[in-house]
C-alpha cells in the first residue's frame, strides 16, 4: 500500500490555506524544520508572505491560518504555535511520524523528486596525464566527480562520465624519452620520469621487442598501458567513467579547425603575429589568449576549447569540469571561450579540487609523478580500502586542503566515522534478522505511540531528498557524509532509548521494525551515493 509523503501533505495544506486566504496560487511559503524541540517539528513564514498583500499583522493572520490548518491536518496535528514577527510552529502527532515512517517504507526511504528542468550534464574529472599512476590526490578528484555525478543522476539529471586522456604534447615527449632511456640503461632526460614504473614500463618494451629509438611508437604504447592501469585503479576504486577522451583525437578527427572556426564565425577570432587569437576580455578576462601560435603550434588552451566545443556538439547543456588546485586561471579564460560561442558562461563551471595530504604520525607524506616518492591510489586503497579512502576524501569540502589521517582510517571503532556509520547499518540488519526469527509482536503500528528519540531519527530520515538536492545543487558530496553521520547517531541513541524486538504495546515493535528497515535503507542509499558500501555484518 502506497502512502503519501506527510511533508509534502503538510506543505500542501499550509500552501494551500495561505493561497486561498490571499486569493493568490503563486504563494509559495516555506516549510523548515524547528532547530529546537520546543519550538515545534516544523514552522511556516506563510502568515508574514501575507501580511502585505493582506494589509494585516502577520500575527493575526498567523492566527487563522493556524486554525484552518488545524481543521485540515485533524489528529495527526498536536497543536500550533505562533512565534516572533508571525511563525507557525507545528506540533505533529504521533500519528503524523507513523504515517511518515510507512510511505517511506512503502519506497524504502523517503522518495528524491526529480528537479523540475533537468540537465544534459558531462562531468570531467580526473584527467591526470597518462605519464604515470593515479597518486592519492587523483583519488580525491576521482571520489568528488563520482560523487558528484551519482548526486545529480539521483537529483534527476542526465550523466556522463568523462576522461580527458592528454595523450599529446611535451609531457607525453618526455615520457617516451624516459622509457627509452631505461630501455638502454640510461638515466631519463632533465624533464623525464623517474618513478619505478617506469623502470618496469622499459622491461615490458624490450620484452616486447619495440625499439627505443622509436619515441612516437613508445608514446603510443606507453600512454595506452598506463590509460589501462588507470582505467582498473578506478574501478578498483568503484569508479567506471563513460568515456575516456583522447587529445590525439582532436586533431585526428580535425576538431580543433573546426572548434576555431565556430569561434572565429562568433567574431572573438583576430590574427596577429602570425598567431591566432581569442578576444577573452570582452568576457572580463585579463588578456587575449593565444589558440595557435606563429609556428602553427596549437596551444593547451586551443586544444581544451576544442575539446569543449566537442562537449557542446554532443547535446549536453551543462559542462562541469573538475580541476586541480593550479587551475585558478583557467577558469576565466574557458568561460569566456563559451559564452562567446553560447552566449551563456553559466553553461561552463569548474570545480577546483584543493590539495591532499597524507598523514601517518604527524609526518605528511609527498607525491609526485616525476620522482620515485609518489603514493599510488592503489597503494592507499590497499592500505585502507576503498571505503575509508572514499570517505575520508570526501568527508571535506573539496575547496579545502584536507590532511588524511591513515591511522584513523585504518581503525575500527566509533571514532572512525565511516566505521562508525557503516556499523549502524550493520547493527539494523542484525536487529532485522532477530526480528526475522522470532513472533513480533500485535497491533497496528500506525497506532503506536512515538518516543522522542524516534521522532528525532524519523525527522531526520525525511530530511533525504533535501540533503540529496541541496548536496547536488552545491556540489558538495561532503553534505552527504554529514547527513549520514547524522542518522547513524540518530539512529545509536534511538537504539539506546527503545527496545526494539520484544518492545510491548499494541504495535510497538512492528513500527520500530518498520523504522529500523526505512533507516538501514537510508543509510545504505547515503553511502551509496558516496561510493561506499553498506556492510551487514560487521
Known sequence: MSHPDPVSTLLEVVSSAA?????????????????????????????????????????EIAAELA???????????????????????????????????????????????????????????VSANPTGPLTAASGRHAAYGDALSKLLREAGNEITTEYYVNDGGTQVENFAASIAAR????????????????????????????????????????????????????ENFGVRMDDFFSERSLYEDNLVDRGIQRLRESGRVFDEEGAVWLRTTDFGDDKDRVLIRSNGEVTYFGADVAYHVDKIERGNDRLIDVLGADHHGYVARMAAAIESLEGDKSEFEAQIMQLIHLVEGGQRTKMSKRAGDIVTLDELTGDIGVDAARWFLLQR??????????????????????????????????????????????????????????K?????????????????????????????????????????????????GEGVEAARIQLCGVTAETIKRSLALLGISSPERM
Open 19 to 59: 493561497r486561498k486566504m490571499a486569493g493568490d496560487d503563486s504563494i509559495n511559503p516555506a516549510l523548515d524544520p524547528s532547530p529546537r524541540p520546543e519550538m515545534g517539528d516544523y514552522s511556516t513564514n506563510a502568515a508574514m508572505m501575507l501580511a502585505k498583500p493582506l494589509g494585516r499583522p502577520p500575527r
Open 67 to 125: 486554525a484552518v490548518i488545524e481543521g485540515e491536518m485533524g489528529e495527526t496535528l498536536e497543536k500550533t504555535e505562533i512565534a516572533g514577527p508571525g511563525f507557525i510552529n507545528f506540533f505533529l502527532g504521533d500519528a503524523w511520524y507513523r504515517n511518515a515512517v510507512a510511505a517511506m517504507a512503502a519506497t524504502g526511504a523517503a522518495e528524491v523528486p526529480a528537479v523540475a528542468d533537468p540537465e544534459r550534464i558531462i562531468v570531467e574529472f
Open 183 to 234: 630501455m638502454n640503461g640510461e638515466e631519463p632526460p632533465e624533464n623525464g620520469y623517474r618513478g619505478t614504473y617506469v623502470n618496469e614500463l622499459a622491461e615490458r618494451a624490450k620484452a616486447e621487442g619495440h625499439d627505443s629509438a622509436d619515441l612516437e611508437n613508445l608514446a603510443r604504447t606507453g600512454v595506452s598501458w598506463m590509460v589501462d592501469g588507470i582505467r582498473g585503479s578506478l
Open 397 to 454: 569540502s573539496h575547496d579545502r586542503t584536507i590532511d588524511l589521517d591513515l591511522d584513523l582510517a585504518r581503525s575500527q571503532s566509533s571514532e572512525n566515522p565511516v566505521y562508525y556509520v557503516q556499523y549502524a547499518h550493520a547493527r539494523i540488519q542484525s536487529i532485522l534478522r532477530k526480528a526475522a526469527g522470532q513472533s513480533s509482536g500485535g497491533g497496528d503500528p500506525l497506532a503506536a505511540p512515538v518516543d522522542p528519540s524516534e
Open 456 to 504: 528525532a531519527l524519523v525527522s531526520k530520515l525525511l530530511e533525504f531528498p533535501a540533503e540529496v538536492h541541496e548536496a547536488a545543487d552545491k556540489r558538495a558530496p561532503h553534505r552527504i557524509c554529514a547527513y549520514a553521520s547524522e542518522v547513524a547517531a540518530a539512529f545509536h541513541a534511538f537504539y539506546r532509548d527503545c527496545l526494539v524486538v520484544g518492545a510491548e
